[in-house]
C-alpha cells in the first residue's frame, strides 16, 4: 500500500529528496551554461553586466547543490555532458539573435523553474526543511532574473511568443530526463 499521496510506483519521500537535488543540480549547472554563452556572444555589451550578475547567482546556486551531492550522495544526472553543450548552445544561439532575444531565453527558463521550485517546495511540506529553504531561496531569485530579463527588453524580442514556447518545452524535457536519468 502506498503512503499518504504516493501512488503505487512513487518514489519514496528519500529518493523523492535525491531525484530533487539531483535536477536541481542539473539545472542551476545548465543556466550557469546560458548565461556563459550568452556572454561568449554578447561580452560586455550592454547587457553583459546584468548577464554576468544573473550566472554569478547561478554559480552561487550550483556550489550549494554540488555540496548537497556529496553530503548526501546523491548521484549527479548522467545527462552533464548533454547540459554542458546544450546550455552554452542555447545562450549562445538566443544571443546571436540579439540582446533581447537573450533577455527572453532568461525569462522563459526562469518561469519554469519558478513552477518548478514551487512544486517541490509544496511536495517537501516540513519533510526537509533545509533542502526546502533552499529551493525556496532560489525560487526568489530565480523570480528575480526573469523581472530583470523582463526589464531589459525581453518581451520585445522577436517572435518572443514562440521562441519563449520552445524555450520552455525544451526546459520541462530537460527536468524530466535529467529527474530521472
Given at each position: 500500500?502506498?503512503?499518504?499521496?504516493?501512488?503505487?510506483?512513487?518514489?519514496?519521500?528519500e529518493?523523492?529528496?535525491?531525484?530533487?537535488?539531483?535536477?536541481?543540480?542539473?539545472?542551476?549547472?545548465?543556466?550557469?551554461?546560458?548565461?556563459?554563452?550568452?556572454?561568449?556572444?554578447?561580452?560586455?555589451?550592454?547587457?553583459?553586466?546584468?548577464?554576468?550578475?544573473?550566472?554569478?547567482?547561478?554559480?552561487?546556486?550550483?556550489?550549494?547543490?554540488?555540496?548537497?551531492?556529496?553530503?548526501?550522495?546523491?548521484?549527479?544526472?548522467?545527462?552533464?555532458?548533454?547540459?554542458?553543450?546544450?546550455?552554452?548552445?542555447?545562450?549562445?544561439?538566443?544571443?546571436?539573435?540579439?540582446?533581447?532575444?537573450?533577455?527572453?531565453c532568461?525569462?522563459?527558463?526562469?518561469?519554469?523553474?519558478?513552477?518548478?521550485?514551487?512544486?517541490?517546495?509544496?511536495?517537501?511540506?516540513?519533510?526537509?526543511?533545509?533542502?526546502?529553504s533552499?529551493?525556496?531561496?532560489?525560487?526568489?531569485?530565480?523570480?528575480?532574473?526573469?523581472e530583470?530579463?523582463?526589464?531589459h527588453?525581453?518581451?520585445?524580442?522577436?517572435?518572443?511568443?514562440?521562441?519563449?514556447?520552445?524555450?520552455?518545452?525544451?526546459?520541462?524535457?530537460?527536468?524530466?530526463?535529467?529527474t530521472?536519468?
Open positions: 500500500m502506498a503512503a499518504k499521496g504516493r501512488m503505487p510506483g512513487d518514489p519514496d519521500p529518493e523523492m529528496k535525491r531525484r530533487m537535488i539531483r535536477v536541481d543540480h542539473a539545472g542551476e549547472y545548465g543556466a550557469l551554461r546560458i548565461y556563459e554563452g550568452q556572454l561568449a556572444v554578447l561580452g560586455r555589451r550592454r547587457v553583459g553586466e546584468v548577464i554576468q550578475k544573473m550566472a554569478d547567482g547561478e554559480r552561487r546556486h550550483l556550489a550549494v547543490f554540488e555540496k548537497m551531492i556529496v553530503e548526501r550522495r546523491v548521484r549527479p544526472t548522467l545527462l552533464s555532458p548533454l547540459w554542458h553543450v546544450a546550455g552554452f548552445a542555447l545562450g549562445a544561439g538566443t544571443a546571436l539573435m540579439g540582446e533581447k532575444a537573450a533577455m527572453a532568461t525569462v522563459a527558463v526562469e518561469e519554469v523553474i519558478d513552477e518548478h521550485y514551487a512544486r517541490q517546495a509544496e511536495a517537501l511540506g516540513a519533510d526537509d526543511a533545509e533542502l526546502k533552499v529551493i525556496e531561496e532560489f525560487r526568489d531569485d530565480e523570480i528575480a532574473h526573469g530583470v530579463a523582463r526589464d527588453g525581453a518581451t520585445e524580442a522577436p517572435a518572443y511568443e514562440a521562441l519563449s514556447a520552445a524555450i520552455k518545452a525544451g526546459s520541462r524535457l530537460a527536468i524530466w530526463l535529467s530521472r536519468i
